[in-house]
T-cell receptor, first 111, second 115 residues
């Protein structure tokens, strides 16, 4: 069974601060996706990383896939209150069609 | 922008009753999925569906569950005899390609409450 561990589980910071969320596993994934989920809604895809060592930037968000494709990180620069939400990482296995989700990181950015 | 739509948004049912959750995936997508999220827990894979058949199912997806694509647009999840522990948010998702390279688009979810 593939598992993804996210850390931290909760993060409360002030507006303007930087933060990093980590997603780790002992398993290799063919790709890793980051989602954001608002209360009572479905996850919304932010980015997919496929290649080991890949770095993708989405405005103030930087996503990195580990060289061994077992871990990933999400870095937010100069966080804003609008970044508040639940961030989920999800890995696609090297075989099969399921995504394995992490527990999520609940981010709160205080004005 | 195309989106995955789900109905109902919330259903309350008695234990032992049958429930059908409906989804309309994005029209040009070929892969369809059901996930569930019990309150306060992680999103869990239930089943994937491609080319009119189940391609993978999890250990959660037992004989009480079934999926169907009755026409060219709907994708349904049926729970034959609901149990209290089936109470959860059920998310339908679709992708143009498989999840290894494709992006999954999730619906807003159907909240199922079993009393």
């Amino acid at each position: 069974t593939q598992l993804l561990e996210q850390s931290p589980q909760f993060l409360s910071i002030q507006e303007g601060e930087n933060l990093t969320v980590y997603c780790n596993s002992s398993s290799v994934f063919s790709s890793l996706q980051w989602y954001r989920q608002e209360p009572g809604e479905g996850p919304v895809l932010l980015v997919t990383v496929v290649t080991g060592g890949e770095v993708k930037k989405l405005k103030r968000l930087t996503f990195q896939f580990g060289d061994a494709r077992k871990d990933s990180s999400l870095h937010i620069t100069a966080a804003q209150p609008g970044d508040t939400g639940l961030y989920l990482c999800a890995g696609a296995g090297t075989s099969g069609s399921r995504l394995t989700f992490g527990e999520g990181t609940q981010l709160t950015v205080n004005p | 922008e195309p989106e995955v739509t789900q109905t109902p948004s919330h259903q309350v049912t008695q234990m032992g009753q049958e429930v059908i959750l409906r989804c309309v995936p994005i029209s040009n997508h070929l892969y369809f999925y059901w996930y569930r999220q019990i309150l306060g827990q992680k999103v869990e894979f239930l089943v994937s569906f491609y080319n009119n058949e189940i391609s993978e199912k999890s250990e959660i997806f037992d004989d009480q569950f079934s999926v169907e694509r009755p026409d060219g647009s709907n994708f349904t999840l049926k729970i034959r005899s609901t149990k209290l522990e089936d109470s959860a948010m059920y998310f339908c998702a679709s992708s143009e390609l498989g999840p290894n390279t494709g992006e999954l688009f999730f619906g807003e979810g159907s909240r199922l409450t079993v009393l």
